[in-house]
């Protein structure tokens, strides 16, 4: 069955670092545009970031994260540097599959950006 595990949350400060990773199971990988969301308590889940032929960032978050994959481990990773208050949330993994539209969704990582 498909997996995806992310890993790498935490509490941090305000200006501090993260590194999250996912680890997919189940899928062929490569293939699959991969993405992180987040969510707020009370908000709507919110794209944060895409991997597939090409890398994409919310203009929240442009300068301060990076997406990046390692297709060869099945994993993605998003690196968040200057971390800010507002990017308090869980955020989830997410595999989508272009030629049906499925998607699969990790369970999420909480990260909390507090003094």
């Known amino acids: 069955q498909v997996q995806l595990v992310e890993s790498g949350g935490g509490l941090v400060q305000p200006g501090g670092s993260l590194r999250l990773s996912c680890a997919a199971s189940?899928?062929?990988?490569?293939?699959?545009?991969m993405g992180w969301y987040r969510q707020a308590p009370g908000k709507q889940r919110e794209l944060v970031a895409t991997?597939?032929?090409?890398?994409n960032l919310a203009d929240s978050v442009k300068g301060r994260f990076t997406i990046s994959r390692d297709n060869a481990a099945n994993r993605v990773y998003l690196q968040m540097n200057n971390l800010k208050p507002e990017d308090t949330a869980v955020y989830y993994c997410?595999?989508?599959?272009?030629?049906?539209?499925?998607?699969?969704w990790g369970q999420g990582t909480q990260v909390t950006v507090s003094s």
């Open positions: 991997s597939g032929s090409s890398t």
């Open positions: 189940g899928i062929y990988f490569p293939i699959h545009v």
């Open positions: 997410n595999a989508h599959q272009v030629w049906d539209g499925t998607d699969y």
